[in-house]
């Protein structure tokens, strides 16, 4: 793609966060959709390109009455609004439309309209996986933890410690989920969900929802909100089944991701001033941050521990308090590019800063696909 | 009563693993035109080159304890009981998931890097699942 041409001109949550019984799948989309566009100014006519996942951009587009050139449906999970916002840049820049709208919509706690989690016994999952008692993410993203942990000398209580100091990040963030502050024993404590994860190691299950609004850079500039500038972008995808993962202590699909998106954007790793990786777990954040290169394998533990994550560290990580304390509907990577771009406007409730240069890294399935956005509030 | 346990439903493509299960082998596949080795679950074709020429063969059923969680919330269909859910590291490669067998439930009973070996358990006439348990036991 052409770099540094586009920009998010709208975003927006759901009006409300959490426990959400009186909407449905379809609702939160709309609701986030049209905060979106309230706040760049824009009415769904003015929308000539659609993207979303876990419901058809078909729905989407009906539902808010838009009339599309450009439809993309790519659903790999939590981070397919990551490789939203990097299709439609690419689209933009190639003409196919001007102006695209990214919703997300989950009722994952309320399951108001919402489908099931079935995977066919004739799938690759079906047989080769799901024989042997997984029951959901809890158990099916946490696999190869004990491997990773062995592997790079980390113990139990360095997942705890992710946990912690996300809660730092909630206390700061009136939309938190969970605010009060925790300790490594509380975590450690905490109901055994998938030996060695206990609940305070795993996400919210939450309702709720986002949209973004994406358009030229040379259009942005008359849009009433800050223009934020998409620097470079990456995506890929691995195994569709966890116990496939070719190397279980560092993603093949994080890894490809933040190559290209570092690539793209030009920035250096010093350059970047806030991150956003998925939690959908406690280990996410230090695979995350060993595979996007911010820490050598078996520094990450010790890079969280030594609050270079925490506030007031050198690196902000997962700013509105993550997957883990702030929210988690199921396709959680919405809520990593909304708090990305919160801080690239300056108004996020935790603000870092004088930050320039935000990171949002998004994983989909069980390690199964990747996406990374790098972000900027000065033009390219 | 308990849902029947979850099962696989064949295809074409992995009719003869599961076949072998039925007659007591772990058959895995491996290419006759490259040097790429073993690699699991079944397909047609060479992952590694694409080549169709590939063939099925009895693997060893030997390897080791490659990483599990504990599932402390059984599926409805696993029974009461908290079961590690566990991915084999086979001696020719490739990784599969399984159970454990004929050892406690615990992260003291289940070390990671301990030798297993498989074991089959018949659920009905068409499917046996490859379990692994200790291999001394």
């Given at each position: 793609?052409?770099?540094?041409?586009?920009?998010?001109?709208?975003?927006?949550?759901?009006?409300?966060?959490?426990?959400?019984?009186?909407?449905?799948?379809?609702?939160?989309?709309?609701?986030?959709?049209?905060?979106?566009?309230?706040?760049?100014?824009?009415?769904?006519?003015?929308?000539?390109?659609?993207?979303?996942?876990?419901?058809?951009?078909?729905?989407?587009?009906?539902?808010?009455?838009?009339?599309?050139?450009?439809?993309?449906?790519?659903?790999?999970?939590?981070?397919?609004?990551?490789?939203?916002?990097?299709?439609?840049?690419?689209?933009?820049?190639?003409?196919?439309?001007?102006t695209v709208l990214i919703t997300h919509g989950e009722s994952g706690r309320?399951?108001?309209?919402?489908?099931?989690?079935?995977?066919?016994?004739?799938?690759?999952?079906?047989?080769?996986?799901?024989?042997?008692?997984?029951?959901?993410?809890?158990?099916?993203?946490?696999?190869?933890?004990?491997?990773?942990?062995?592997?790079?000398?980390?113990?139990?209580?360095?997942?705890?410690?992710?946990?912690?100091?996300?809660?730092?990040?909630?206390?700061?963030?009136?939309?938190?989920?969970?605010?009060?502050?925790?300790?490594?024993?509380?975590?450690?404590?905490?109901?055994?969900?998938?030996?060695?994860?206990?609940?305070?190691?795993?996400?919210?299950?939450?309702?709720?929802?986002?949209?973004?609004?994406?358009?030229?850079?040379?259009?942005?500039?008359?849009?009433?909100?800050?223009?934020?500038?998409?620097?470079?972008?990456?995506?890929?995808?691995?195994?569709?089944?966890?116990?496939?993962?070719?190397?279980?202590?560092?993603?093949?699909?994080?890894?490809?991701?933040?190559?290209?998106?570092?690539?793209?954007?030009?920035?250096?790793?010093?350059?970047?001033?806030?991150?956003?990786?998925?939690?959908?777990?406690?280990?996410?954040?230090?695979?995350?941050?060993?595979?996007?290169?911010?820490?050598?394998?078996?520094?990450?533990?010790?890079?969280?521990?030594?609050?270079?994550?925490?506030?007031?560290?050198?690196?902000?990580?997962?700013?509105?308090?993550?997957?883990?304390?702030?929210?988690?509907?199921?396709?959680?990577?919405?809520?990593?590019?909304?708090?990305?771009?919160?801080q690239m406007r300056g108004v996020a409730p935790a603000q870092v800063p004088?930050?320039?240069?935000?990171?949002?890294?998004?994983?989909?399935?069980?390690?199964?696909?990747?996406?990374?956005?790098?972000?900027?509030?000065?033009?390219? | 009563?308990?849902?029947?346990?979850?099962?696989?439903e064949p295809t074409p493509e992995t009719r003869n693993f599961w076949d072998?299960?039925?007659?007591?082998?772990?058959?895995?596949?491996?290419?006759?035109?490259?040097?790429?080795?073993?690699?699991?679950?079944?397909?047609?074709?060479?992952?590694?080159?694409?080549?169709?020429?590939?063939?099925?063969?009895?693997?060893?059923?030997?390897?080791?304890?490659?990483?599990?969680?504990?599932?402390?919330?059984?599926?409805?269909?696993?029974?009461?009981?908290?079961?590690?859910?566990?991915?084999?590291?086979?001696?020719?490669?490739?990784?599969?998931?399984?159970?454990?067998?004929?050892?406690?439930?615990?992260?003291?009973?289940?070390?990671?890097?301990?030798?297993?070996?498989?074991?089959?358990?018949?659920?009905?006439?068409?499917?046996?699942?490859?379990?692994?348990?200790?291999?001394?036991?």
């Amino acid at each position: 793609m052409k770099r540094k041409s586009i920009a998010v001109v709208g975003a927006a949550e759901t009006t409300q966060m959490g426990k959400i019984p009186n909407v449905s799948v379809i609702g939160l989309h709309a609701d986030a959709a049209l905060n979106a566009l309230a706040d760049c100014g824009l009415k769904p006519s003015d929308i000539d390109g659609v993207a979303t996942a876990g419901i058809s951009p078909v729905d989407l587009a009906h539902y808010m009455g838009i009339t599309p050139t450009y439809a993309d449906g790519t659903s790999v999970g939590g981070c397919s609004f990551m490789l939203h916002v990097r299709h439609a840049a690419a689209a933009i820049n190639e003409g196919l439309c001007n102006t695209v709208l990214i919703t997300h919509g989950e009722s994952g706690r309320s399951r108001v309209g919402a489908g099931g989690f079935g995977r066919a016994a004739s799938s690759l999952a079906g047989q080769f996986e799901m024989p042997y008692g997984p029951a959901g993410p809890p158990t099916m993203f946490t696999v190869p933890v004990l491997r990773y942990l062995k592997a790079r000398g980390y113990t139990v209580e360095d997942l705890a410690q992710v946990a912690v100091i996300q809660r730092e990040w909630a206390a700061k963030n009136p939309r938190a989920s969970y605010k009060d502050p925790i300790t490594v024993e509380d975590v450690l404590k905490s109901d055994m969900i998938a030996w060695p994860f206990t609940k305070l190691m795993c996400c919210l299950v939450t309702d709720g929802g986002g949209a973004l609004i994406l358009t030229s850079a040379e259009r942005a500039k008359d849009f009433p909100q800050k223009p934020v500038y998409i620097l470079g972008t990456g995506e890929s995808v691995e195994t569709p089944m966890v116990s496939q993962m070719e190397d279980f202590t560092s993603s093949k699909a994080f890894r490809v991701s933040g190559k290209k998106a570092f690539e793209e954007s030009g920035v250096s790793h010093a350059d970047v001033d806030h991150l956003m990786i998925y939690d959908a777990f406690a280990h996410l954040p230090l695979y995350g941050l060993e595979d996007l290169g911010f820490c050598k394998p078996g520094e990450a533990a010790g890079f969280i521990k030594g609050r270079n994550t925490a506030p007031g560290g050198k690196l902000p990580l997962n700013t509105n308090g993550g997957g883990l304390s702030y929210m988690h509907s199921g396709m959680y990577g919405m809520y990593a590019l909304q708090e990305s771009v919160r801080q690239m406007r300056g108004v996020a409730p935790a603000q870092v800063p004088g930050a320039k240069i935000s990171i949002a890294h998004g994983v989909g399935g069980m390690f199964a696909a990747s996406g990374t956005i790098v972000f900027s509030n000065e033009a390219p | 009563m308990p849902p029947p346990r979850m099962l696989p439903e064949p295809t074409p493509e992995t009719r003869n693993f599961w076949d072998g299960c039925k007659a007591g082998e772990l058959r895995l596949q491996r290419c006759t035109d490259c040097d790429g080795g073993s690699y699991f679950p079944p397909r047609p074709f060479c992952p590694r080159c694409g080549s169709r020429k590939v063939e099925a063969y009895k693997a060893s059923g030997q390897g080791v304890l490659w990483s599990y969680v504990i599932n402390m919330r059984p599926r409805p269909d696993m029974g009461t009981e908290p079961y590690a859910i566990a991915v084999v590291k086979l001696a020719e490669g490739p990784q599969m998931m399984t159970n454990i067998v004929g050892c406690p439930q615990t992260p003291e009973a289940l070390v990671l890097d301990m030798p297993v070996k498989v074991t089959f358990a018949p659920q009905n006439d068409d499917i046996s699942l490859p379990f692994f348990e200790p291999a001394g036991a």
